[in-house]
């Protein structure tokens, strides 16, 4: 059967005339079928900044422990961001945490005992990550042994690497540049500035990207869609930018603590770069490909080895740029950085975000949540003077669960014919 050009038109201007209700039911449509994404994450964070804030008040719901709780987060977030690459393709990396912490000694080697600039040093630090996931690449892809193993080996190694880098004093001092990125903020009207930049070219660049698909009849967001979800996030990021824009330092006359901290826009910086490489070009397309179906995309013309290789090395170079982040808060690197429960956090945070263990589906904004969820548990907790063994077990529960739900998800969207 034939469509007339008016049937065409019609259809060609169908998202225009979205309602919220049909927009509601396409959503609630999508979940039936599976395909949950970041809800769940979404759903428990409330959930925890609810409890927390009204368990306590006085100290949860401050803006210095909002401040805070971004800077005290912000490696693992970092670190997290990269692992999503390698869990995209259903693999995993243990040694993430330590070659964040191995970058960062380097780094700190060279600028306080070899008297290199800041500069060179920081480009170091990510060459040293960038070199470690390419030769966790070669071995996974060239050689077929399993991530699990390579990785669980290099975890051990880079530890005893680190250790003879900071030698016996067990710490080397970063230097006063790198301490200033994850503890000093920038001016209040700069920070309302970059937002409103930021939202502008969300709204303007999906606009455009809309309007694009549109003109060559290929499934646009409808434009109600677009302007929710840009006012929404105009709200998100104005409420979070005000809140910042607070003093509060508790010895405001000592020294005044009131902006944005230089941490967030790191990651947010970070964030855009990743999520572009993954939605913006064909090498993203080809990560999806072969975490979905290694087979199909070999048999569809992708070097899945080329594939594997690359997401190691991207995964390992953001883990060196985590360490910097690691390092920064600390003063420096010490025998702890990137060890402990660093690792374990990243993991997770990608996971309660809402990336999938089994490969194929997962977003960089997904670390950027379960991140968040994650520092949320352990700063609340620690605010209400919860032993570490309660953190570590609520923790791994909700990892449970949202390991679980993604197990659950997937099933329901394979047999629905969505995945």
């Known amino acids: 059967m034939s469509v007339t050009t008016d049937e065409s038109q019609q259809m060609h201007d169908a998202p225009s005339r979205a309602t919220v209700v049909s927009l509601w039911k396409d959503y609630l449509a999508k979940l039936r079928g599976g395909d949950v994404g970041s809800l769940p994450a979404v759903l428990g964070l409330l959930v925890l900044v609810t409890a927390f804030s009204v368990l306590r008040p006085e100290t949860f719901t401050k803006a210095f422990n909002f401040g805070n709780l971004i800077q005290q987060s912000a490696g693992v977030t970092i670190i997290a961001m990269g692992m999503v690459f390698v869990l995209l393709l259903g693999e995993i990396d243990l040694a993430a945490g330590y070659t964040g912490g191995v970058s960062a000694a380097v780094m700190s080697s060279l600028l ?83 937002a409103a930049v930021l939202v502008g070219a969300y709204a303007g660049l999906t606009w455009l990207s809309n309007r694009r698909r549109r003109r060559h009849g290929l499934t646009a967001q409808p434009m109600l869609l677009w302007a929710l979800k840009s006012g929404f996030l105009a709200l998100i990021v104005g409420l979070i930018v005000y809140y910042l824009s607070i003093e509060r330092s508790p010895n405001a006359h000592i020294k005044s603590i009131k902006g944005v901290p230089i941490a967030l826009l790191i990651i947010i910086g970070i964030a855009l770069v990743l999520s572009a490489l993954l939605s913006r070009t ?63 956090y990243a993991v997770g945070a990608a996971v309660i975000g809402g990336t999938s263990l089994f490969g194929g589906k997962g977003r960089v904004i997904d670390a950027l949540i379960g991140g968040t969820v994650v520092a949320v548990i352990a700063n609340g907790m620690g605010l209400m003077n919860q032993p570490d063994s309660r953190k570590y077990m609520v923790t791994g529960l909700v990892l449970l669960v949202a390991a679980s739900v993604d197990a659950i998800s997937r099933r329901r969207a394979a047999a629905s014919g969505r995945f």
């Open 282 to 344: 064909k090498w993203g397309s080809h990560v999806y490909a072969v975490g979905g179906n290694a087979e199909a995309a070999r048999r569809a013309g992708i070097n899945v080895p080329m594939i594997q290789l690359s997401c190691f090395m991207v995964g390992s170079t953001v883990a060196a740029a985590g360490g910097i982040m690691l390092a920064s808060f600390s003063g420096g690197v010490n025998n702890v950085t990137g060890g402990t429960t660093t690792l374990l």
């Open 112 to 194: 306080t005992n070899h008297g290199w600039s800041t500069p060179l040093g920081i480009l170091a630090c990510l060459v040293t990550g960038m070199v470690i996931g390419t030769f966790i690449g070669l071995i996974v892809s060239r050689l077929g042994v399993p991530s699990f193993v390579v990785t669980l080996a290099l975890f051990l190694a880079l530890q005893g690497v680190m250790l003879s880098i900071i030698g016996e004093k067990g710490s080397i001092d970063s230097g006063d540049f790198v301490a200033k990125l994850n503890s000093e903020t920038i001016p209040v009207w700069l920070g309302w500035v970059i």
